[in-house]
C-alpha cells in the first residue's frame, strides 16, 4: 500500500518561505514522477511542480517558476517543496502525488497523500 504524507504547512507572511515535505512509503522506481498540487476554496486542483524520480528532472508551472523549487531525497523517499517569496495567491492545500509519467493532469497521478495547508497573510 502506498502512502503518501505530506508536512509543513502554516501560517506565512506574504514575502516569506515554507518547506514541504512528502514521504513515501513505497520508493518510487526510478520512472515514477512525483508532482505537487495545490486547490484554493472553490477552486479546481492545478499542478505545481514535479520531479522525475530518478533523473531528477524538474517541472514547474509558470506561477511558481523562480519562487519555488521542488526536490527529493532518495535515500529518504523524500519530496520537498521549498516555497519562497510566498503570495496570498499561494495559499491553498498542497497536495502530494505519484505518477507514471509526467502531466500537469491530476488525473494522470495514482496515488495522494492527505494535502497540508498553506495560508499566506498579506
Known amino acids: 500500500q502506498v502512502q503518501l504524507v505530506e508536512s509543513g504547512g502554516g501560517l506565512v507572511q506574504a514575502g516569506g518561505s515554507l518547506r514541504l515535505s512528502c514521504v513515501v512509503s513505497?520508493?518510487?522506481?526510478?520512472?515514477?514522477?512525483m508532482g505537487w498540487f495545490r486547490q484554493a476554496p472553490g477552486k479546481e486542483r492545478e499542478f505545481v511542480a514535479a520531479v522525475r524520480w530518478g533523473a531528477g528532472t524538474t517541472y514547474y508551472a509558470d506561477f511558481v517558476k523562480g519562487r519555488f523549487t521542488i526536490s527529493r531525497d532518495r535515500a529518504e523517499s523524500t519530496v520537498y517543496l521549498q516555497m519562497n517569496s510566498l503570495k496570498p495567491e499561494d495559499a491553498a492545500q498542497y497536495y502530494c502525488?505519484?505518477?507514471?509519467?509526467?502531466?500537469?493532469?491530476?488525473?494522470?497521478?495514482?496515488?495522494w497523500g492527505q494535502g497540508t495547508q498553506v495560508t499566506v497573510s498579506s
Open positions: 513505497v520508493r518510487p522506481y526510478s520512472s515514477h514522477v
Open positions: 502525488a505519484r505518477g507514471n509519467s509526467y502531466s500537469v493532469s491530476p488525473t494522470s497521478y495514482s496515488y
